[in-house]
Each structure stands twice: as structure tokens, then as C-alpha cells.
């Protein structure tokens, strides 16, 4: 899966847990707001009710307390029914005309609405008062602001998705670009060494074969100055392949990769005497090894072929969770012109280890010499930048 596929699950994953969270105390909110409305709603109607009908019914009869209940209309969360036990309704309290005709779905009302009490009040004309909570209004309530709640959470998503492609976008490009550079260079140093090399290989025994087996000098001399030119170019290629893609990073390890890459430059280099020094706690990280090894190997490559140097020091530590390396050597220094657009390496090199975290720094030291220095967390995470 991608870092971008994983990272909008992640930013989806936790909106909807919010979304969930809100939705959830919205819905014991409306709970206990219905509960509290039944409650008062059912206080006033034992109060109200109970003293006010017994007085119509003495004074007026069952007329006198269906006029009352006529000019009171519709009571909030109360349903009014005035009946014969058992028998014909001579009264019924009328529908709210409050979002009239809409209501929340059952399955909702079932989850928020409490146990709704009946009150029943007799009357000395035998007529009876049936007072009975109607929370329907407050469920509906409850309902239309969840619904807003869901359509903003919708639209929050939307936004903080398409924020977060951006952002991740942006912060992860150089990275990937990087990457799929890295696997390009993998490949043109696999088909060096597996084509080109044994193309150069065949090139070179073909040449020799001329030479031990022609007879004339000229052809002899031709021959001989071919194998040398492709025991030149082999050794120039399997100097490219280390420069395009360490191997040993994937195989022997970070330090050990390394120790091979001083010691063939070395090799390659006698007069020059090459110090590396390392103190790793940990295993940096295929991305921070990468980046580190990338910098020692270009100011090796640097201070070997431009600066006429005669000690070249390397030294990796790791402190406060974060990898510094240094590569100093005793050379002629940085030219006055040095940091001119055309360095591609150093620049790379720059973007490497800020993608990563970290800094760079190029400077001379003192009256000769060159200081390369890295510094890159040793979480290796990228690093957004606006």
C-alpha cells in the first residue's frame, strides 16, 4: 500500500472517530434534553391540570373544562384527551403546528426517547383527563441536529481529505521522486555490471586473442592498445557502479558499506591517507544510511578529485537521536565560485537531507582545507515544508 493511500485511511480513520464521538453526545444530549422537557412538561401538567379541570368541573361541568381545553390548544411534549372511561373522546389536544408533518425515523426515537408516564385525572362528572408526555418534538429536534452534524462532518472530510492530499503531496514528491531515482540508478548499475561489463569483458579477451595470434606487429599493437582501453573502461565502470547504487547498503550493512567504500577509494587512491571513524547506536534506517552514505561518498569524491588533499577524515557519531557526519580533509579549499548553479551532487545532497530533516553545511576550514557536515534525525520521517 502507498504512503499516500496510508496516510488519507489514517486522516479518514480519525475523522470518522470524531464524527462518531460527536454523534454519540449528541445523542445522550438529546436523551437527557427530552427527559428534562418530559419532566418539567409533566410537572406543570400535574400542577396545572389537576387543580384547574377539578375547578371547571365544579363550577361549569364537563362544557366548562372542554372550553378550557379548547382556548389552551396544543401544549408543548403533552398530548390532552378528555373521555368517558372507555368510551367516546370528547376531547383531543390538536397537533403541533411546529415542523408539522415531519418526524424522526422510530428506530431514533426508540434509541432516545425515555419511558413516557400517563397521568389520568378524574373528573366528578365521570369524565376523564389523560395527560400524556409527547416528546416528539425534541426527538425531532435531537434528529435535524444530528443530521446538520452528519453533513458537516461530510463536508469536513472532504475538506481535511483533499487538505491532507495536498499537504501529503507536496511533502512527499522530492521523496518519492527520490526514491524512483534510486531505483533508476539500481537498474543502469545492474545492466553495467550484467551487459555493459561483460560486453567490455568479451571486447577485451577478443583483443588479447588478436594478439596471440596475429602475426603482424601493427594488428599486435592495435590489439594490445584495445584490451588495455577496456581494462580502463572496466575499472571506470566498477568505480560508476558504487556511485549509482551501493550494493552492500542492501547487504553487508551500513557501516560495513562503509568501510568498503573507503577502503577501495583507498586502494584506488594510495598517496592519500583516508581515516573513518563511527559510533552508531542503532541501525539508522535504510533512508538516513542512504543519505549519510551519499554524503561521505561525494566528499570523498570531491576532496579526492579537486581539492589535492593528503588526509581525508570521516567521522559518524550518533547523539540526541540524530546522525551527524562530517568528512574534513587538508586540501586546497572551496574555490571563491563554488556554490555557482552547476553542483548537481551538492545539491542533491542538500535536498536529500532536508527531505529527511536535516542540514547540510559546506565551508572551508581556517586558511586550508574543507569541512562536509550532515546532521539528520535519525527518525528519517520527511519533513513538510509549505
Known sequence: MKLRTRLHLVVTGLTIVWVI??????????????REDILSANQVA????????????????TRAVTEFLTQLGHV??????????????LYHSPPATYKAGEYAPAWFA??????????????????????????????????????????????????????AFWVVERAVAPVVIE???????????????????????????????????????????????IS?????????????????????????GFADALEGLVRDLQRRHPAVMLTLRHELAANPGPGVSLAAYRVVQEG??????????????????????????????????LPEDWSRPGHYGLRGLIERVGQLGGKLTLRNCGSRGT????????????????
Open 179 to 225: 526514491q524512483r531515482l534510486d531505483e533508476e540508478r539500481r537498474l543502469i548499475a545492474h545492466e553495467l555490471h550484467d551487459e555493459f561489463g561483460q560486453s567490455v569483458t568479451a571486447i577485451r579477451s577478443l583483443a588479447q586473442a588478436i594478439v596471440g595470434q596475429s602475426t603482424q606487429p601493427p594488428m599486435q599493437e592495435a590489439a594490445r592498445l
Open 300 to 333: 570523498l569524491v570531491n576532496a579526492l578529485r579537486h581539492a589535492n588533499a593528503s588526509h581525508i577524515d570521516i567521522e559518524l557519531r550518533t547523539e540526541r537521536r540524530r546522525l551527524t557526519v562530517t568528512v574534513t580533509d587538508d586540501g586546497v579549499g
Open 371 to 386: 569541512l562536509l557536515a550532515a546532521e539528520i534525525p535519525l527518525n528519517g520521517l520527511p519533513r513538510v515544508s509549505a
Open 110 to 163: 426508540h434509541l432516545v426517547a425515555p419511558k413516557i408516564p400517563r397521568y389520568v385525572f378524574p373528573l366528578p362528572s365521570g369524565l376523564e383527563l389523560i395527560v400524556q408526555a409527547a416528546p416528539s418534538r425534541g426527538i425531532l429536534d435531537g434528529w435535524d441536529a444530528i443530521t446538520r452534524l452528519l453533513v458537516i462532518a461530510a463536508v469536513m472530510l472532504l475538506i481535511v481529505n483533499g487538505l
Open 76 to 89: 408543548r411534549s403533552n398530548d390532552i384527551v378528555l373521555a368517558y372511561p372507555g368510551g367516546p373522546v
Open 46 to 61: 400535574i400542577q396545572l391540570f389537576g387543580r384547574l379541570v377539578n375547578v371547571y368541573g365544579l363550577i361549569g361541568g
Open 228 to 252: 588495455d582501453e577496456a581494462a580502463r573502461l572496466y575499472d571506470a565502470m566498477h568505480g560508476l557502479i558504487p556511485r549509482l547504487a551501493p550494493a552492500a547498503l542492501d547487504t553487508v
Open 21 to 34: 464521538v460527536l454523534v454519540a453526545s449528541e445523542v445522550q444530549l438529546t436523551r437527557s434534553r427530552i
